[in-house]
């Protein structure tokens, strides 16, 4: 697991154009909120774990200026997920300031939760995050680029590199926001049976996951 965005981490594991690799991942808030978490637990957390990737995979023969083609063959959900009110953080903080924790209990493709009694929630799984790593140069272009946008009064997630795992992606790239090499999509489309296309800025790529979303 990584939750950096770093050109100098250890391939978790190796393949060759066309083979099929199973990945497990943390949820995207890196397993801070459970079953027995309260509202008051959604308003204390450490965003800066957040986005726990699988990988990064190294796809023999990719080489800067390839493009790596990605093809999500299939999804397994865990059987338990959360949707947080997060204060200061999402689209409307300004009119929903209090942390607010929903609990989902997932089980024969519907999520349901005590806290929206008579509501039941289809899946359609997706990855939230999805990425290659960036290059030395281009790592320190996005960073430059962020700086002047915080500089302008622009919303830039700090950097926290007390909370980079593992410690030497430190000097590394938040998932947020996404980028030109993926990121945090969010696209819900990239689901079971979809196909993303990455440019390749690094030999190996250095493809990662996570960040899993129900639906």
Do not use: C
């Amino acid at each position: 697991m990584h939750n950096r965005w770093h050109p100098d981490l250890e391939p978790a594991a190796s393949v060759a154009p066309g083979d099929v690799l199973t990945l497990e991942t943390e949820d995207g808030l890196a397993g801070q909120l459970g079953r027995e978490s309260t509202h008051e637990d959604a308003g204390s957390l450490d965003l800066g774990l957040g986005h726990p990737l699988a990988g990064p995979v190294r796809v023999e023969n990719a080489e800067p200026g390839d493009l790596l083609e990605v093809e999500f063959v299939a999804y397994e959900a865990a059987d338990f997920g959360v949707t947080a009110v997060i204060p200061g953080f999402g689209y409307l903080p300004d009119l929903f300031p209090d942390p607010y924790l929903v609990k989902w209990e997932i089980a024969e493709g519907r999520a349901r939760s005590g806290e929206l009694p008579g509501v039941a929630v289809p899946g359609a799984t997706f990855a939230g995050v999805a990425g290659v790593a960036p290059s030395h140069e281009r790592m320190a272009r996005i960073r430059a680029r962020e700086e002047d946008l915080r500089a302008r009064g622009g919303a830039v997630a700090e950097n926290l590199p007390e909370t980079a795992v593992p410690p030497e992606a430190a000097s590394g790239l938040r998932t947020i926001p996404p980028r030109e090499l993926g990121g945090n999509l969010d696209v819900p489309q990239l689901v079971a049976g979809s196909r993303l296309l990455l440019p390749v800025d690094v030999s190996g790529a250095l493809f990662s996951v996570g960040d899993l979303h129900f639906a």
